[in-house]
């Protein structure tokens, strides 16, 4: 595969005073593919995406997106280059209903005022791109909703946003077979429509049925990145419990 | 694609009875907004109207729009704090500081009243930046803080005014607002502008939804609002335009304190409901770091929040200097918390996140009433007090069982 990442990490390292949290990292995403983010707790997962997404920026490294190096230093320069993260708790206002909240931070205004229509209109879009059939109502309150409905807002927004890499932090963690079954489908779509998905996940069964890719984090370090393909429940685990690493400069996901 | 559009409801379908049941459905959901204040005001007048003669007399009626003026002021103040779940318990001191600084540069600095009175307002705004920066940058409990400042700007007032300083106020604008009336016209011109844009603004909220391919309610409902407010509001201005004096003088008329409310209110609303910094209140308040995430600038909003809510304290703080005819060193003193209650009364959330400025003025018309009517009753003011706490209390149970009904967390 000669295309360009949408993200490469280089070199990436963040400390809090003195804990070394991520030690070096390389990483690549691809556009159209979907990227498993696995390790076990502590391995440096959330500090590392928070990253991408400038809630806490990193201390040293190279990210490049789509080739060009990108400097992202808060939310708004992270949401600016494309990238969106829909987060575990889902950062959904409950006191609004879908449109509002899939509009919150960017609204549509007409002559000053919110552009209520044209931003239904589109978050109706968005929704019926990914061939949402579970939400009743586009105007219903997010405190309505279940959490499998939640999460399909969350990804809706990210459509809508029209984004180009999307990070997902355990999407499926709370929620129950049938609802898990959706939202998976739900990101598989996503990424089908050209976007680069970075999906975290503890569930190595989700990992195997949506993504094409997995990097394995463990204790701040990148120990393998592989694919779906050519790999296998067990390997991935004797990585994630720190039982094999990888040299991860010699290696690439194309699988040189 | 644009028949795939309509698979996906967004509550405008349907019929005006399908509209009344999805209306009740929402009612069952527990977002009952201000109709249990609604109930109230209609139970109140019921029961007032029966068991004292005065109570629905011209002259009682007119005044307890002029003395509910004040208290929905400052409650709708409040409401822009409460809606982000904080507290702003130096509102009515801040409206008395203000109103001191106003009342020191006429008497002693002998400006005009229009300067004089910016000079009030700008204190407010200062006083506004000034909690919202210690809430919002610093992060001291607003509670805390609006403690120290109620305290603090009690000794403010006698330090400007003098111990037992009363200035008479000796400005004819500032006293016409509580004490004169509209001409007869006036009162139906009132009704009939906000009939108007009522009209104006549903037509062009239907007319963006055309546009934009999306299904609208049946226009019947805007128009069945529309006869509502022709109705009440036609009835209240016939009434107020008849003679209620028991003089030889006739008085007669709407009070010009009503207009003036009825425009801010109007104001705060399509702020609240029609800005992206409304919209971006209510996220806050509804959930700050979703907020946050979202890319909004939350101490930002926490700031502007308070300054809105010690501009309206201002405004309620002239209507009562403007009634009582003087600032004096104790004004403000104690309305603060029948401002909370009548927002809470009203419907507004104390949990944050829920709320208009409408609820605050139906809660401030329950207070109004239950003090105006105990009044008439001639009950002492420990049975007002108990009765008005009572009602808190039964009014802010509503919000938790509300807020637990809706699937929110009880507690935060």
């Given amino acids: 595969m000669s295309e360009v990442p949408a993200i490469e990490l280089t070199g990436v390292t963040k400390s809090f005073g003195p804990v070394d949290v991520l030690k070096g990292i390389d990483f690549k995403v691809y556009p159209g593919r979907v990227t498993a983010l696995v390790g076990d707790n502590g391995a440096g997962k959330s500090t590392l995406i928070k990253g991408l997404s400038g809630v806490q920026p990193y201390d040293n490294g190279v990210v490049k997106f789509f080739g060009e190096t990108a400097e992202i230093h808060n939310p ?48 109706t879009k968005a929704l019926q791109s990914l061939s949402v059939r579970t939400v009743k109502s ?22 809508l946003r029209e984004a180009k890499v999307v990070i997902l932090d355990e999407p499926t963690a709370a929620l129950g077979v049938a609802q898990t079954e959706q939202v ?37 370090r990148m120990v393998a990145q592989l694919k779906v393909s050519e790999t296998n429940n067990a390997e991935v685990i004797s990585y994630i419990t720190g039982l094999h690493s990888q040299d991860t400069s010699a290696i690439n996901v194309e699988g040189a | 694609m644009s028949n795939q559009v309509t698979s996906l409801a967004s509550g405008h379908e349907g019929t005006l009875r399908d509209q009344a049941n999805q209306y009740i459905q929402r009612l069952k959901g527990g977002e009952m907004g201000s109709l249990p204040a609604i109930g109230a005001t209609i139970a109140l007048a019921v029961i007032f109207g029966f068991s004292s003669p005065f109570f629905f007399t011209k002259l009682n009626f007119t005044n307890m729009f002029v003395q509910a003026a004040e ?8 409401v822009f704090v409460i809606l982000l779940a904080e507290i702003d318990l130096s509102a009515g001191v801040t409206a008395g500081v203000s109103m001191a600084v106003f009342i020191v540069m006429i008497k002693t600095f002998a400006w005009a009243w229009v300067p004089a009175l910016i000079v009030g307002f700008l204190t407010g705004l200062v006083i506004g930046w000034v909690i919202g920066f210690i809430v919002a940058k610093i992060g001291v409990p607003s509670f805390v803080v609006t403690l120290a400042f109620f305290l603090g700007f009690q000794g403010m007032q006698l330090v400007l005014l003098g111990e037992g300083g009363v200035y008479r ?18 009162g139906w011109l009132m009704i009939v502008i906000c009939a108007v844009v009522m009209l104006a603004l549903g037509f062009w909220d239907r007319g963006r939804r055309a546009r934009s391919g999306l299904v609208n309610r049946p226009v019947s409902i805007l128009y069945i609002k ?44 399509f702020v609240l409901d029609r800005t992206k910094f409304g919209r971006h209140l209510y996220a806050v308040g509804g959930n700050p770091e979703a907020a946050r995430r979202a890319g909004i600038k939350v101490a930002r909003i926490r700031i502007y929040a ?24 104790s004004a403000g003193h104690t309305i603060v918390l029948s401002g909370v209650a009548a927002a809470v009364v009203g ?15 139906i809660g401030a018309l329950v207070i109004t009433m239950i003090d105006n009517g105990l009044g008439l009753l001639q009950m002492s003011a420990g049975v007002n007090f108990l009765v008005e706490g009572g009602v808190l209390l039964f009014a802010a149970t509503l919000d938790a069982l509300a807020r637990k009904r809706s699937g929110g967390p009880l507690a935060r």
């Fill in chain 2, 71 to 78: 208290l929905t002021m400052l409650s709708s103040a409040l």
């Fill in chain 1, 184 to 220: 998976l489908n739900l990101v598989r779509r996503l990424a089908d429509s050209g976007v680069a998905v970075i999906m975290i996940s503890h569930n190595l069964s989700d990992v195997f049925k949506v993504c094409d890719d997995i990097a394995v984090l463990y204790l701040g």
């Fill in chain 1, 76 to 123: 708004r320069a992270a949401s600016a280059l494309g990238i969106e993260v829909v987060y575990q708790d889902l950062a959904l206002c409950e006191n609004l209903d879908i449109v509002q909240n899939m509009f919150l931070g960017h609204e549509e205004l007409l002559t000053g005022t919110l552009h209520e229509a044209e931003m239904e209109l589109q978050a």
């Fill in chain 2, 347 to 361: 419907g507004v959330s104390l949990f944050g996140g829920r709320g208009k400025l409408a609820h605050a003025a």
């Fill in chain 2, 169 to 186: 106020i000796e400005v004819p604008e500032i006293l016409a607002i509580m004490n004169n009336n509209l001409p007869a016209f006036g």
């Fill in chain 2, 226 to 269: 529309v006869a509502a407010l022709l109705a009440i509001g036609g009835f209240a201005v016939w009434f107020m335009n008849l003679d209620r004096s028991q003089g030889v003088i006739p008085i007669a008329g709407v009070p010009i304190v009503v207009p003036f409310t009825i425009a801010i209110l109007f104001i705060g609303s």
């Fill in chain 2, 306 to 329: 308070f300054m809105i809510c010690a501009f309206l304290a201002v405004i309620s703080g002239v209507f009562h200097s403007s009634r009582i005819g003087n600032v004096d060193g």
């Fill in chain 1, 138 to 159: 586009v105007r219903q309150k997010v405190s309505s909703l279940s959490g499998g409905q939640r999460q399909t807002v969350a990804i809706a927004r990210s459509v």
